[in-house]
């Protein structure tokens, strides 16, 4: 099971690591970041338990540790420990400096009572199981109705809203074929996503980054993929169009459907850290309860580097009619999307994401 393997690490044997502190560490460690590049850090001295960015690991890399891509996995993983701790019988006072400016600190867990072992159940929760899902999916139809009885309530600053029509999937769809053509012509944003591939099983074996197996890729596309690794390979076949074939393929399992949830919230670090946390608990919920999932980040990337001034020049046109049919489809009551999450009934198991070795992101004091 997944728990028993998560609890192999080398730190316990020197005894500095109650359970009870490793428990929620390896909660925390199991959510979900951008393209999995995990970019937090855990400290324990003995008495507190933090979460940081880690400057030092992922500082230099495409998103810092004040963009929305990173305060949702922030989110995601606090929501994880959180529930860790409530699921044990512990004593453990949580404070999020995240709320607060000027701090390198997410959250810190005071623990006063660490136990001396964990129920087998807790280690084999269903966060341990939340995965992504990049195969086809099923077009059998989910009833809203059996969906929004699994969904939580939202926060008081979340939105979360339901597609599920044809002419919803398909507006969508496009949505995410701009926003994707745009990914796929610029430098940066390729060469990271080149770096985060994994083709080899001693590459994939590192715990970080996209193993390819988990794309749903056609005869000869493993190859397609590392050859366009290269942005002077990519940048010339652009001129050829190649990135609206790769868009395309890209939004497509969007407009297969069956069902899109869009979530929402005010563009504020606050409220995109709460966004992460809502998300961490409803893909838990629908992994539980049977459903795949699969994120879709592209379109709020390249809205929030559109009004950040991060977009070459010759991108701006379509980053600006990209911004106004987000706003009229998805961007309500002052909220920015921050994520949209395909949700359906898998037609094959997908291969779960591995997480770096515990000693990368954690420190001892």
Known sequence: MVGLCLREITILETGELPILVEYIIRAGHAAPSADNTQPWQFSWDGAALSVSFDEARCGGGLFKASSPAVLLAMGAVIENMVLAS???????????????????????AKISNPLSGINEDAWQHGLFARHTNRLAYRKKRIPIEQLSGLLPEPEQDIGMQIFDSKDELHELAQLV???????????????????????????????????????????????????????????????????KVFAAIE???????????????????????????????????????????????????????????????ELDEIACKLLARTKRVLDKDGHKLQMLLRIGYAQQPAIKSRRLDISKVLTVS
């Open 86 to 108: 409530s699921l044990v019988n512990s004593t453990v006072n949580w404070s999020f400096p995240v709320y607060k400016e000027n701090t390198s600190e997410l959250a810190v």
């Open 177 to 243: 074929k701009m926003a994707s053509s745009m990914r796929f012509r610029i430098s940066e944003v390729h060469e990271w996503f080149a770096g985060t591939l994994r083709f080899t099983p001693s590459q994939v074996a590192q715990g970080d980054g996209l193993d390819v197996n988990t794309f749903p890729l056609p005869p000869g596309g493993r190859a397609l993929l590392r050859y366009t690794s290269s942005w002077r390979r990519m940048s010339m076949l652009n001129r050829l169009n190649v990135y």
């Open 251 to 313: 939004a497509q399992p969007i407009e297969a459907g069956p069902l899109l949830l869009a979530i929402t919230s005010p563009d504020t670090a606050k409220s995109q850290f709460n966004a992460g946390r809502l998300m961490e608990r409803v893909w838990c919920d629908l992994n539980a309860s049977g459903f795949a999932v699969q994120p879709y980040y592209v379109i709020a990337d390249q809205i929030t580097r559109y009004l950040g001034g991060a977009l070459p020049p």
